[in-house]
């Protein structure tokens, strides 16, 4: 029997809940991925402000959800296998404790493990602009092993909605973990003209 692969979804307290909510959409479509979902109380309210939907909807996308303050749960342990975790949207705050280790919910808990482990964290971080203390915060997770991908469009694929501006973000997050998918057109050689 073949085993999922098991990847954490965390959801923080920061503008742009949309980011998480559809990396579970896209990987409900993957049976052979198993996701685990740890999401803190101000998302579930800044996702029925910004998306209009109910929180208990999105906690139905994920096939495990993990209570934030559940410090006993399988994903705090390095002992349970996943291949990583992605946090998006990722607050300064969340971003703060994973850098100073500062396990004090079970996102931050679940990130440090990951770090600790050698396993894949996708940080898309959703603050600007940024002053110093921020910038050395991402230094530090980036020094630990962390990948800092915030949410920054790219145009020469010709977005004409912001569904196609989130799903090129997602569709970055999914490439670091090797799934393939369709979420948006990639760049090719000749698209604006090769140089001479």
């Known amino acids: 029997m073949t085993q999922k692969r098991k990847i954490i979804i965390g959801i923080s307290g920061a503008s742009g809940t949309i980011y998480g909510v559809r990396l579970l959409e896209i990987l409900r479509e993957y049976p052979a991925i198993e996701t685990h979902l740890v999401i803190s109380d101000i998302a579930k309210e800044i996702i029925e402000h910004e998306n ?55 996102l931050v808990r679940a990130a440090d493990v990951c770090l600790k482990e050698r396993r894949k964290l996708i940080i898309v971080l959703r603050e600007t602009p940024l002053h110093l203390g921020h910038l050395e915060l991402m230094t530090k997770v980036t020094r630990y092993g962390a990948t800092l991908l915030p949410p920054m469009p790219s145009f020469y694929h010709k977005p004409k909605t912001i569904d196609d501006i989130v799903n090129q973000t997602v569709g970055k997050v999914l490439d670091n973990f090797g799934i393939i998918h369709n979420l948006f057109k990639r760049w090719k050689s000749g698209e604006v003209g090769d140089e001479k």
């Open 52 to 106: 209009g939907r109910d929180p208990d909807d999105i906690l139905a996308l994920a096939d495990i959800v993990h209570s934030i303050t559940n410090l006993g749960a399988a994903i705090s342990s390095g002992s349970f296998l996943t291949e990583g975790m992605i946090i998006a949207p990722c607050s300064v705050k969340s971003l703060s404790g994973i850098a100073n280790s500062y396990n004090d919910n079970l």
